[in-house]
């Protein structure tokens, strides 16, 4: 096999611009899924809290954690690949249009789409999709906590929400790590499939390569080491958070 890494010395820029596009994607959808999975896992949590006093509180309860229901189990049960054409194809266009955007519209909604369209929603189905998965880490790491603190936070006088900011959700957290780990691992790696939209990110500059030489080791190795290189640094940093040896199981 005679590799000819030397094609790869004009697309610097493009496979540069795509590592940052990359990177911002990732952090995008990591940061916003975090948001929702921790709203969401809360609401799931809520079942085995106190019920609201007033009737109407529980019913809102109620109506929160069906929609959280709805949402968990449609987004972890479709592609990914499918949400994103989803959101760019469907979506998009009702939130950012220049007749009648219902975020956006006119000519700034127009020069919107042009620019940043591929963008905007790779974030939004990355971050939808992490939510997804995020709020059921969340929800299985409020549950590893054993029953009884939560109950003596109840008996101290503390609603779920301060029982849960100031004893499970500290304690919780270090067992999640791992989880999170793993999920913004796998963002990093679903990052590539924006490429169908578009987006100038690491598979479309080594699809672009491809296409140019009609070659394919070259550019898809160089990709490959970029991504490993990639989770390898999320994953050495996020060591540093998870619970010592000692402490594991507990």
């Known amino acids: 096999m005679d590799l000819r890494w030397d094609i790869l010395a004009g697309y610097g820029p493009l496979f ?28 799931s949590s809520s079942a085995s809290a106190p019920p609201p006093r007033s009737t ?3 019913a809102l309860m109620k109506l929160l954690r069906a929609l959280t229901t709805a949402y968990v189990t449609f987004f972890r049960g479709t ?7 989803l959101v760019h194809f469907a979506l998009m266009p009702a939130l950012i249009h220049p007749d009648g955007g219902w975020l956006m519209s006119g000519e700034a909604a127009r020069t919107f789409r042009q620019e940043h369209g591929a963008f905007f929603s790779g974030c939004v189905a990355l971050s939808l999709n992490a939510g997804a998965y995020i709020s059921e880490i969340f929800r299985a790491g409020i549950q590893s906590i054993h029953l009884g603190q939560t109950q003596a936070a109840y008996s101290l006088g503390f609603t779920h929400a301060q029982s ?23 963002l990093i790696k679903d990052s590539s499939l924006v490429s169908a939209i578009g ?10 390569v491809a296409g140019a030489y009609s070659r394919y080791w070259e550019p898809y190795l160089a990709i490959s080491a970029i991504y490993l290189i990639l989770t390898l ?14 402490l594991r199981g507990r």
């Open 16 to 43: 540069a611009a795509g590592v940052l596009t990359t990177i911002k994607l990732t952090l995008v959808a990591i940061a916003a899924g975090l948001l929702l999975g921790v709203a969401f896992g809360l609401v």
């Open 56 to 58: 109407a509180s529980a």
């Open 79 to 85: 592609p990914l690949f499918v949400q994103i054409l």
């Open 164 to 186: 849960m900011r100031f004893v499970i959700l500290p304690q919780a957290f270090r067992r999640m790590v791992p989880a999170l780990v793993n999920e913004g691992v796998t």
């Open 199 to 208: 987006l100038a990110e690491l598979a479309l500059a080594a699809r672009t």
């Open 233 to 246: 640094i999320l994953t050495t940093l996020a060591r540093r958070l998870e619970a010592p040896a000692h």
